[in-house]
């Protein structure tokens, strides 16, 4: 066979769009892959503190800045229940430590304090990865087409537009009400398929009502103290959650694949690293600007490993035009 001419490697170079899977997983550091349970624990236990540092400073902050300032410490305490929640993930991908029990255990310790019910959310967040930008198949966010959307009713097609409705769109919508996988917290609800699956929702769920029961008691049994210093919170904390999901699946340039039309890394591409700034990104464990690389190696790469990992499939993305997706919001970034 006679060997290849530079202009024919140029052409096949430019028909194909995105490296294999193998590609990137070799350009990976070794060091990427490991995990490491103090690490993990140092992130659980630090996310914790801040929380309980919040807490702390919410007399002064409240006494001295009434509403305004109570607002603020809303807006700070969901980020950093977000934190909290991203070292949960972590458990749930198996990324947290080598020993599945000890994920599941911690898992529910993250994540029953914020009301994500850990095994049911963990099924739902899989399949989102595994099928991303999969037009039936993608969970935790619904794909539309036009035609779809032109069938719904006005409040189906333009809540999540209204600002505000990040507020409700994690809890209770998605996760209480089961708006559109199915409820995470009753066993019966679509998203589960066996009795092992609603056992360990039950479980899930359990941990939750405990974690709820407790702050009740803390809240000398007041359901305004509750709502007030717990529940809000925990808006924020989910209107984090869903700003940074959307932002790291959503915008002009991404695509969605119809059945046969997809596949794996053609899916993973399509996210966005979303560079914060001003300290946000360390905050929330680089989910935000490390997010390609942990869609495209989701049970493998622990959160303080994602930089790392993340300039190692710049490199391998670079040859292949807007395969590699990123967007700068910091003004010192």
Not at 149 to 158: A, E, G, M, T, V
Not at 208 to 213: E, L
Not at 251 to 267: F, L
Request: glycine share 6%; charged share 15%.
């Amino acid at each position: 066979m006679a060997p290849m001419s530079e202009t024919q490697t140029f052409t096949r170079t430019e028909q194909k769009k995105l490296p294999s899977y193998e590609e990137l997983r070799k350009a990976i550091p070794a060091q990427c892959w490991e995990k490491s349970l103090p690490k993990s624990l140092f992130f659980l236990v630090l996310d914790f503190a801040i929380l309980a540092g919040l807490y702390y400073i919410l007399p002064f902050v409240e006494g001295y800045g009434g509403w305004a300032g109570l607002f603020v410490w809303y807006w700070f305490t969901g980020m950093f229940g977000s934190s909290l929640f991203v070292v949960g993930h972590d458990c749930g991908h198996g990324s947290f430590s080598n020993y599945p029990w000890l994920n599941d255990f911690f898992g529910h310790v993250a994540h029953a304090p914020i009301l994500a019910p850990y095994w049911p959310w963990q099924k739902s967040h899989r399949q989102h990865h595994s099928y991303t930008s999969h037009l039936e198949k993608d969970r935790g966010h619904p794909w539309v087409t036009e035609d779809d959307n032109k069938d719904r009713d006005w409040i189906s097609r333009n809540f999540a537009k209204i600002p505000i409705s990040g507020l409700f769109r994690w809890n209770p919508i998605y996760t209480f009400v089961g708006l559109p996988d199915g409820s995470h917290f009753w066993p019966y609800s679509k998203l589960f398929t066996n009795n092992y699956e609603r056992i360990q929702c039950v479980i899930s769920g359990l941990a939750c009502a405990v974690c709820a029961f407790i702050a009740f008691y803390l809240c000398n049994y007041s359901v305004y103290t509750f709502v007030k210093y717990y529940y809000i919170p925990l808006l924020f904390q989910g209107l984090w959650l869903v700003m940074i999901t959307y932002l790291q699946h959503q915008s002009e340039s991404i695509e969605v694949y119809e059945e046969g039309n997809w596949n794996y890394v053609k899916g993973q591409a399509q996210t966005i690293d979303r560079y914060y700034g001003f300290g946000m990104d360390t905050a929330l464990h680089h989910i935000t600007d490390g997010h390609v690389a942990h869609h495209f190696f989701f049970t493998k790469i622990p959160h303080y490993h994602l930089l790392e990992a993340t300039a190692a499939i710049q490199k391998v993305l670079a040859p292949y035009p807007d395969a590699y997706k990123r967007s700068t919001f910091s003004l010192n970034s």
